[in-house]
C-alpha cells in the first residue's frame, strides 16, 4: 500500500462519504430482506463491506466521466448518483426501473449519469470502457473512463487485451479491480499464479497501485491522483482496491470457502466503522450526526421501496421493443 | 437402480467415468472444491483429487483450449462452462478449434472433449443465465449436440458423451435438476422420484447418440420437442385433450431423422417445440427435415412453439417461456381438418 496517508477536509466531507456508505449500506441490507420476502428475485449480489471503493472512487470522478461497471454494482450505481428509487425498482423488475426493469440487480444502466451498465459477464466490461476510452480520446473529450472488476475478472482473456490496447493507445482509462479476495467460492491464490494484480498491470506498462479498499479517504485520494494524471494525458491506470465482501457471494452460496473468524476479523476494520471512528475521533461528527445520516438513509430507502412497489410493470406488449433500433435506416 | 435427480445423475456418471478411465479429467470453474454451483461435480475432487478434477480460473476460452490439448494428447477432458451464457469467451476454441481439428487434419487428431454446460430459463436468472444456444452449436459441423430431459438420460448420454471421440456440447436443462417441469411455475415443484425416469441404474450404461425417443406414443399429432420442452409438451397436449405423440429428440446432432420422420408420417401432424428463440433456432432445422421427408403425409402446417426473438426478460420469464397457453393455440392450428 504505497498511497500516503489520506483524511478529511473538514466536517462536510466527512458526512458526505459516510452518508454516501451509509446509503448504500441501508440499500443491500433492505435488498436482503426483499430477496427474503420474494419482492426481489433472481440473482442479487450485495456490495457489504466494500462501500469505500465505490463511494471514494464516484467522488474522485467528474459528472462527465463514463462508468463502467460489475454485475455487484448497486453501490456503483448508488453512489454514481443513480437515482435510489429507480434501482430499486429496477431491482423489483418494475418499468420504472433505471432499465425498464428489463435487466434487474445486474443490469443497471443510466445514460444521464454516463453508467455504462452493470454486467453479469465477468470482464466483459473491460474491453467496452476501452472503447469507450478511445472515443473519448478520438472526439478530444476531457472526460475519462472508469472500469471497475473483481479479481476473477483477471483470469480472462478480456482483462489482458484490454489492458494492452489502453497502454498502446495510452487511453484515458481508469481500471479499477476490486479485489475482495474471493471469485464466488475460489481465493485468488487458487486461480492466479501472481496474485498481485498491480504488477500484472505494470506488466502492460500501465501505472498502477494497491490501495487500501477498506478505507474511503485512501481509494478517493488514490483515484483523484490517477484520474488527474490520466486527464493530463498520462495514459491509462490501475488501481488494485483491498477490500471484503461482508455477504454470501450471492443468494444461494453457502460459503464453505471461509471461516466465520475470517469474516468477522474483517467485519471489525469494516470502512463504516472505520470511517466513523475517525470522524468522531477527529472531533469531526458527533454520534448524533451519525444517527442522523443513518435515518436519513432508511427513509431514503422506504421511499424507494415505496416507489418500487407502486410503480407499473411494463406491458407485455412493450418486451420487443429495444431488440432493434425504432427506425432503420 | 437408484433414485437420482438429474444433478445425482450427472455426478454419477461422471463418478462411474472417472473410476473406469484414468484418461477422464473434469475441469471447470468452482467444480472441485465448491463441488460446482448446481452441485453436479459435489464429492468429486474429494474421491478422485485434484489432478482429476481441477478447479480454474475464470477463463472459458483457456478452459477449451486447454481442454483439446489435452484431449488430443490422450485425455478425455469433461470441461464445465457454469452458465451456457459464458460460453462464448470459449467460441473461438470451440468452433475454428475444437470441432474441426479432425477435418483439417484428414483424421490424424481428433479431440474428445465434453463440454457441460446448464442452459434454459425458469429459475429467475435473466438474460445472462437463462439463454438456450444450442442452435448456435447445431449450425458448427463437427460438434455433436446433446440436451436430455430427464435424469436417465443425462446419465446415460452422458456417459455416451464422454466415450465418443468426438466434441460434444452437453446441455443441462436447469430448470429439470431437481424435478420435471410442466410449465406452471405456480404449482408446487415435483421432484424426479415421482417420475419413470428418476430410476437410475448406479452403474455404466450408455443411451446412444443419435437416437431419438418417443416417450409417449399417440395418434393425433406428433410433437417433436427436447430439454424441458418435452414434460411442457406433454402438459400442454393433455390439458388440450390431444392423444399426442412425443418425440424427445435428446440428440440434436446426430438427429434421429428417421424416428421423427416415422412418426409424423403416421399422425399427419406436427408442432416443434423448444424455449430458445424461434428465428433460425433449431426448430428451423427439424422443420426442414420434416418438410422434405414428410411433405406429403402432413395434414396441416407444421407450427412452432418457442421463446420470443428477445433476450429473456427479467421481470417476464413465464410470459417469454412457452407456456402451456402457447401450445394450445399451435394445437388449434396443428388440428384444423385439412
Ligand atoms: C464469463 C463469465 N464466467 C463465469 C461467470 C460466473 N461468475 C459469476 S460471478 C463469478 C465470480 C467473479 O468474481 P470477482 O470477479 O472476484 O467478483 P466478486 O463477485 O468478488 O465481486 C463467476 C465465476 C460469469 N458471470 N461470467
Ligand atoms: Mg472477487
Known amino acids: 500500500m504505497n498511497a500516503p496517508a489520506a483524511g478529511p477536509a473538514g466536517r462536510e466531507h466527512g458526512l ?190 500501465i501505472d498502477a497501485a494497491a490501495v487500501d479498499g477498506m478505507d474511503v479517504f485512501a481509494v478517493e485520494a488514490a483515484v483523484g491522483r490517477a484520474a488527474a494524471a490520466i486527464r493530463g494525458g498520462a495514459g491509462p491506470a490501475l488501481l488494485e482496491l483491498r477490500t471484503y465482501r461482508f455477504r454470501a457471494h450471492s443468494m444461494f452460496d453457502p460459503q464453505l470457502y471461509r471461516d466465520k473468524s475470517e469474516v468477522e476479523a474483517w467485519q471489525r476494520k469494516g470502512p463504516l466503522i472505520t470511517l466513523t471512528t475517525r470522524l468522531k475521533a477527529e472531533g469531526l461528527i458527533t454520534e448524533d450526526d451519525f444517527r442522523r445520516l443513518e435515518a436519513e438513509a432508511s427513509a431514503e430507502v422506504d421511499a424507494a421501496v415505496a416507489f418500487a412497489e407502486s410503480a407499473p410493470w411494463e406491458p407485455v406488449a412493450d418486451l420487443a421493443r429495444f431488440v432493434y433500433a425504432e427506425r432503420s435506416a | 437402480m437408484a433414485q437420482m435427480n438429474m444433478t445425482q445423475a450427472l455426478n454419477s456418471a461422471m463418478d462411474v467415468m472417472l473410476g473406469r478411465d484414468p484418461a477422464v479429467v473434469l475441469m471447470g470453474e468452482d467444480i472441485g472444491y465448491f463441488g460446482g454451483v448446481f452441485r453436479v461435480t459435489d464429492g468429486l475432487q474429494r474421491k478422485y483429487g485434484a489432478h482429476r478434477v481441477l478447479d480454474t480460473p475464470i477463463a472459458e476460452g483457456g478452459i477449451v483450449a486447454a481442454a483439446i490439448g489435452m484431449a488430443v494428447n490422450g485425455l478425455r477432458p469433461v470441461a464445465e462452462i457454469q452458465f451456457a451464457d459464458y460460453i462464448y469467451p470459449g467460441f473461438d476454441q470451440i468452433t475454428s478449434e475444437l470441432a474441426r481439428l479432425r477435418y483439417r487434419s484428414a483424421g490424424d487428431f481428433y479431440a474428445p472433449v465434453t463440454i457441460r454446460t446448464p442452459c434454459g430459463g425458469g429459475i429467475r436468472g435473466g438474460q445472462t443465465h437463462s439463454q438456450s444456444p444450442e442452435a448456435v452449436f447445431t449450425h458448427v459441423c463437427g460438434l455433436k449436440v446433446l440436451m436430455p430431459s430427464n435424469p436417465y438420460d443425462a446419465k446415460g448420454l452422458l456417459i455416451a458423451a464422454i466415450e465418443d471421440d468426438d466434441p460434444v456440447i452437453f446441455f443441462e436443462p436447469k430448470r429439470l435438476y431437481n424435478g420435471p417441469f410442466d410449465g406452471d411455475p405456480a404449482k408446487p415443484a415435483s421432484p424426479w422420484s415421482t417420475h419413470p425416469k428418476g430410476e437410475v441404474p448406479e452403474g455404466h450404461y450408455r443411451v446412444p447418440l443419435g437416437k431419438a425417443e418417443i416417450v409417449r406414443p399417440g395418434r393425433d399429432l406428433t410433437i417433436v420437442s ?113
Open chain 2, 226 to 338: 427436447y430439454g424441458t420442452m418435452v414434460h411442457v409438451a406433454a402438459a400442454a397436449a393433455s390439458a388440450a385433450g390431444l392423444d399426442a405423440e412425443i418425440v424427445d429428440v435428446r440428440s440434436l446432432v446426430p438427429l434421429d431423422a428417421d424416428t421423427i420422420c416415422e412418426s409424423v408420417r403416421k399422425t399427419g401432424r406436427c408442432v416443434i417445440a423448444h424455449e430458445a428463440t424461434r428465428f433460425s433456432g433449431f426448430g428451423a432445422e427439424l422443420l426442414s427435415v420434416i418438410q422434405e421427408e414428410c411433405f406429403w403425409d402432413l395434414q396441416a402446417p407444421i407450427q412452432r412453439v418457442t421463446g420470443w426473438d428477445t433476450p429473456y426478460p427479467h421481470a417476464f420469464e413465464w410470459e417469454y417461456f412457452p407456456s402451456p397457453a402457447r401450445f394450445a393455440t399451435a394445437f388449434r392450428t396443428v388440428m384444423e381438418p385439412a
Open chain 1, 16 to 205: 458526505a462519504l459516510l452518508r454516501g456508505m451509509l446509503r448504500i449500506r441501508a440499500f443491500e441490507d433492505r435488498c436482503y430482506q426483499l430477496y427474503g420476502e420474494r419482492k426481489i428475485r433472481g440473482f442479487l449480489h450485495l456490495y457489504n463491506g466494500e462501500e469505500a471503493v465505490a463511494v471514494g472512487a464516484m467522488r474522485a470522478l467528474d459528472a462527465g466521466d463514463a462508468i463502467v461497471a460489475t454485475y455487484r454494482e448497486h453501490g456503483h450505481a448508488l453512489a454514481r448518483g443513480v437515482p435510489m428509487d429507480r434501482v430499486m425498482a429496477e431491482l423489483y423488475g418494475k418499468q420504472s426501473g433505471c432499465s425498464r426493469g428489463r435487466g434487474g440487480s445486474m443490469h443497471l444502466f443510466d445514460v444521464a449519469k454516463r453508467f455504462y451498465g452493470g454486467n453479469a459477464i465477468v470482464a466483459a466490461g473491460l474491453p467496452v470502457a476501452v472503447g469507450l476510452a478511445l472515443a473519448q480520446k478520438l472526439r478530444r473529450e476531457p472526460a475519462i473512463t472508469a472500469c471497475f472488476f473483481g479479481d476473477g475478472a483477471v483470469a480472462e482473456g478480456e482483462f489482458h487485451e484490454s489492458l494492452n490496447l489502453a497502454a498502446l493507445w495510452r487511453l484515458p482509462v481508469l481500471f479499477l479491480c476490486e479485489n475482495n479476495r474471493y471469485a464466488m467460492g475460489t481465493a485468488l491464490d487458487r486461480t492466479e499464479a501472481e496474485t498481485d494484480i498491480a504488477a500484472k498491470a505494470r506488466g502492460y506498462r
